[in-house]
């Protein structure tokens, strides 16, 4: 059953965490109405244990977007789609399926199998947020997970020990994040505390397949560019707003599908993972 208060909250909330991500240049004005839309989505139809896992994955990345950002300007922000500023598009491509899934766990009775799709999808990106903040700063040069080749930091498909190590820690810390909200209410309500620890391998394992599935279609298939200087980006646009020239992968599948869609995967995993017996 959905609660309109819980609506009105999720606006409130998702408004002011919302601005002040933008004052802060981690949002601009249309990733400022991604975040509402998706918010009050999230936290009006499935509750508080939804909306602070959303808000946890916001802050956490936010923040860690900010770190050393000067180095990983320099470093590889002419591959990168976007720049450090999140848009309308990335904010529901990152939040637009967990969304999806608070309000239809809201309208068809509260089934735990949406749940734990939703802890693998809020897992997958913010273990694909962690690993790209933190791979680009490797000290080891990362390897595409394809074929082991060495490339440029910041390469769609490429791989470190450090961005991996990101991405099972963002998992990770999603898995503790919603356990510790699950406790905190039962304790608020007054109900009997039982831990559900079948959350942690499942934000674990689907976080972090989700985050390497991100990097095998950013491998293959994603929408891959030239600028006129042979460096390969994912921007059909340079900056100055030069068209870029197309060398490979789908041109339909950019960056924002590609978050999407590992999602999707991470969130299938967490379910199958929570389907197995104790």
Known sequence: MIDTTRFILGVAISTGIG????WRQS?????????????TLTFGAGGWVWGMTLFAFFISSSLLSHYREEVKEQRAAEKFSKGGRRDLRQALANGGVGALLALLYGLLGEPLLLFA??????????????????????????RL????????????GGITLLGTGAAAAGGGFIGLAILGFMIAGQVLSGQPVTVAWWVLPAA?????????????????????????SGKETERPVGRDGTPNTFVRGWRWLDNDLVNLLSSLVGGLVAAIVAGLPA
């Open 27 to 39: 949002l601009n004005a249309g990733g400022w109405l991604g975040a509402i839309i998706v918010g």
């Open 117 to 142: 799709a939703f802890v693998g999808v809020m897992a997958t990106v913010t273990a694909d947020t962690w690993a790209t903040e933190s791979g680009v700063l490797s000290a080891q040069p990362p």
């Open 204 to 228: 674990l394992l689907g976080g972090l397949a989700g985050a390497l599935f991100d990097s095998l279609l950013g491998a293959t298939v994603q929408a891959m560019y030239r600028y006129p």
């Open 19 to 22: 601005g002040l991500a933008y």
């Open 145 to 156: 997970i394809t074929t082991g080749r060495r490339v440029a930091p910041g390469t769609s």
